[in-house]
């Protein structure tokens, strides 16, 4: 067991996690973090997308001790004042939701995609989203839903 120290959605946490757990399942098993989503356990999919010190990541690709003294970012982080992010209101508006799975890690890698390109093309948008799986087919929407937050001017943080 090792200690880690690891702020999540602004909130500082300390536990004893075995050095084989992996980030994703320490959101969601210790903290209770739901809305980060446990997929494939691959890397395939992204649904586990959260940012890690600013930057997007998978969270099944990580070991919770790597993130001892990081900064983490979840879907349920982002909106402020109990008013969702811009970009979850984008998904919202422009039925991005589908069956909301992958939802959660479309977001995140969206508003990392507006971090790095505030005006991204759609082929700019597809390409920024391709490490992350939509079953449902729904790209179409998501894309529109990311130009809006880019329209709107989405915060990246």
Known sequence: MRKIQVTVDGTTHEHMVEPRLLLVHYLRETLGIGGTHSGCDTSSCGACTVLFNGESVKSCTLLA?????????TVQGIAQNGEWHPMQTAFHENHGLQ????????????????????????????EGLEGNMCRCTGYANIVKSVQQAAREGSPVS
């Open 99 to 126: 069956c909301g799975f992958c939802t959660p890690g479309m977001i995140m890698a969206g508003i990392s995609l507006l971090k790095e390109n505030p005006d991204p093309t759609e082929d700019e948008i597809r």
């Open 65 to 73: 001790v790597h993130a001892d003294g990081a900064e983490i970012t």
